[in-house]
């Protein structure tokens, strides 16, 4: 049986990573890989998670399964994050499961999508996360793509996009990500968030937020005014929601799914369908992630200090991006790249050709994918000058 199968090519990003592992080039730079990296080029674990590790050690006393829809404190948690004192919570019109990462938040919300309308088509951004596609085609889903990014002028093209969604049927599900865009660092401001919600509404699509990088963006409140004013405008909606980036644990495999109704009383309906997908997939998620979020937004202390670790990775990537284009200046580079500071996250497309791509990778042994999207926390002091003079030198006439 197993001699009948066929490979599988290789995901652009797993192939970057060993090629950049095994380039012996002591100045190499990897702005492939999509992580948070400190000015140390290191992705630590965050002081508030230490604390909380500890009060979990402490406290633990048993490690029977936590249940279906995982930690039941963490997952009010998350929806608080989520959507503060929205009144989706207030009416009691949200039911939500912790999930393996934000990638299995998508696979169990693909999974209830198939259960809902086994016709639906999902419709993604064109670009979007490079897993996305594959993840809701493996649930048996229709997907399509609607236009997005315009890269002649670095920004959202949203006259096509507009038009493209306005064709989308009612039952279908359209995806949109919440903040930091992934891959093209470009958002929706909350000017585009109301005609998507308007839009939503009249065609009778349902809209799914894939909010990975809460406060990464402006803020944790403010990378949530285009979702919160979504649910103000939509009966239903689906969010998935990811701890790898806000809380850096991104090797415990900590996300949640949430399902919004129009009526609490199909809540329990819901919540049965979104735990008998839970069961067929994983059964149960683990606990350690989760329950560490929980110590954190439980203790006021805590809370505080993951503010304060978060703001200093957001403020982090944004002084680079800033730093880009000035370094970039200070080398002689006459292409604009201004439109870097318009965007939000980690990731940006630098506009530059394969070739340029290419170059910079057998010439400097600088690492990024062949879209030219990079991952600005891979940038630092000791290696933002040597970045710029390579750039400059690809980008010369």
């Known amino acids: 049986?197993?001699?009948?199968?066929?490979?599988?090519?290789?995901?652009?990003?797993?192939?970057?990573m060993a090629a950049y592992k095994e380039d012996p080039n002591p100045l190499k730079v990897d702005l492939g890989v999509g992580v948070y990296k400190d000015e140390q080029g290191h992705t630590a674990v965050l002081d508030c998670v230490k604390k909380a590790e500890q009060l979990r050690l402490t406290q633990?006393?048993?490690k029977t399964y936590i249940g279906m829809a995982g930690d039941l404190s963490f997952n009010a948690h998350i929806e608080k994050l989520a959507f503060g004192s929205h009144k989706v919570l207030l009416e009691g019109r949200t039911t939500t499961a912790h999930t393996p990462g934000g990638t299995g938040a998508l696979r169990v919300a693909a999974e209830f999508i198939k259960k809902a309308n086994p016709n639906a088509t999902i419709w993604v951004s064109?670009?979007?996360?490079?897993?996305?596609?594959?993840?809701?085609?493996?649930?048996?889903?229709?997907?399509?793509?609607?236009?997005?990014?315009?890269?002649?002028?670095?920004?959202?093209?949203?006259?096509?996009?507009?038009?493209?969604?306005?064709?989308?049927?009612?039952g279908d599900v359209v995806l949109v990500h919440a903040c930091c865009h992934n891959p093209?660092?470009?958002?929706?401001?909350?000017?585009?968030?109301?005609?998507?919600?308007?839009?939503?509404?009249?065609?009778?699509?349902?809209?799914?937020?894939?909010?990975?990088?809460?406060?990464?963006?402006?803020?944790?409140?403010?990378?949530?005014?285009?979702?919160?004013?979504?649910?103000?405008?939509?009966?239903?909606?689906?969010?998935?929601?990811s701890c790898s980036k806000n809380f850096g644990l991104y090797r415990e495999r900590i996300g949640a799914v949430s399902v919004v109704v129009a009526d609490a009383k199909v809540l329990e309906t819901a919540r049965s369908v979104l735990l008998s997908v839970v069961r067929s997939i994983y059964s149960?998620?683990?606990?350690?992630?989760?329950?560490?979020?929980?110590?954190?937004?439980?203790?006021?202390?805590?809370?505080?200090?993951?503010?304060?670790?978060?703001?200093?990775?957001?403020?982090?990537?944004?002084?680079?991006?800033?730093?880009?284009?000035?370094?970039?200046?200070?080398?002689?580079?006459?292409?604009?790249?201004?439109?870097?500071?318009?965007?939000?996250?980690?990731?940006?497309?630098?506009?530059?050709?394969?070739?340029?791509?290419?170059?910079?990778?057998?010439?400097?042994?600088?690492?990024?994918?062949?879209?030219?999207?990079?991952?600005?926390?891979?940038?630092?002091?000791?290696?933002i000058d040597y970045f710029a003079k390579a750039v400059a030198a690809v980008l010369k006439p």
């Open 60 to 62: 633990e006393t048993t």
């Open 284 to 383: 149960m998620p683990p606990a350690h992630g989760a329950i560490v979020v929980s110590h954190i937004l439980d203790s006021q202390e805590l809370t505080a200090l993951w503010h304060q670790e978060l703001a200093t990775m957001r403020n982090r990537i944004n002084q680079y991006r800033q730093l880009i284009i000035d370094k970039l200046a200070a080398e002689g580079v006459q292409q604009d790249f201004s439109f870097i500071t318009r965007q939000h996250g980690m990731f940006s497309f630098l506009g530059i050709t394969p070739a340029q791509i290419e170059q910079l990778r057998r010439d400097y042994s600088i690492y990024m994918v062949g879209s030219s999207r990079i991952s600005i926390a891979g940038l630092n002091h000791s290696n």
């Open 1 to 16: 049986m197993f001699s009948q199968l066929q490979p599988v090519a290789t995901d652009p990003i797993l192939g970057l």
């Open 126 to 170: 064109k670009p979007t996360w490079a897993n996305h596609i594959s993840m809701f085609q493996a649930a048996g889903l229709t997907v399509k793509e609607y236009t997005y990014y315009d890269y002649s002028s670095k920004g959202l093209n949203e006259e096509a996009m507009f038009t493209e969604l306005a064709q989308v049927q009612a």
């Open 184 to 241: 093209s660092g470009m958002d929706l401001n909350f000017a585009q968030w109301q005609r998507f919600a308007a839009l939503a509404k009249d065609k009778g699509f349902t809209p799914m937020v894939d909010m990975a990088y809460q406060g990464f963006g402006l803020g944790l409140d403010e990378d949530t005014a285009g979702l919160r004013h979504l649910a103000n405008e939509v009966p239903e909606l689906i969010l998935c929601t």
